[in-house]
């Protein structure tokens, strides 16, 4: 049952991002992967929050992912904090994505490419010192040797207030969450505004929010901000960062996605 779901999710996620990609160049689209991550695409840029992630953390969603779709696409993530059920390092050193995150997630990304690259360039030392010894022994004969493959430089920028990428505008904001650096997100682009809140459950920084077209939040922020009156303005509200299946009190004229679904403007 669960690899007939995880099939079935990545033929949904497929078709979405090819069918989107392929047919607006111009428009943004919204694909809900998992978790507290979505797919944001104009045809030429992508956007990923909160990605990838580690699979099932905290007992969070479980996903696969489909990267080979990618690999020609400019893509930049954008991370909220440094928790695995929002980022997963080992997975992200692997594809060369551009990544936007708080200075603790950059520093540990550098740290881990670092030793890495220190790790591969020991093993092709001594491949290298092992092939010259082996032809030294056999002059005559051809020793060939395989090198592992090159470790990727993390593209990383740590988070700043107002940043500007490509067709994107994004606006910083430094919220609290579980003693960690946590940044909640406005991202302007092709005249849409989008909020994307991460683990934060404060409520205070949404009255300084102005309307948006979407508004993606965690289950708690939205029962926080439910209770307080203080619910942000915006055109569509949409619950993320919910568990399979979970239920929303409360919650009447929210969208809850399910993994791979498309989430229209309208």
Known sequence: MFHR????????????????????AKDISINYIANSTVRITDGEHVLFTDFPYVSGAYDYMQYTYPYFVEQDNDVTTLISNRLTDHFDPEVFLT????????????????????????????????????????????????????LPDPIIEPKTTVVAENMLFGPMQITAIRTPSAQTEHYSYLVEWGGRKLYFSGDTGDVKHLAT??????????PWLFENARKENALPKTKKLVIYHHKDAEIIPNCFNCVVPQKGEYIPFE
């Open 209 to 218: 929010l102005p309307e948006t077209d979407i508004a993606f939040l965690s």
């Open 5 to 24: 779901l995880v099939k079935k999710t990545i033929c949904v996620v497929m078709l979405s991002i090819l069918g989107i990609t392929s047919g607006h």
């Open 95 to 146: 594809l060369g994505w551009k990544i936007i995150a708080p200075a603790e997630v950059v520093g540990d990304l550098q740290k881990r490419y670092l030793a890495l690259k220190e790790e591969r360039d020991r093993v092709v030392a001594d491949l290298k010192r092992n092939q010259e010894i082996d032809q030294a022994i056999s002059p005559g004969s051809v020793v060939n040797i395989t």
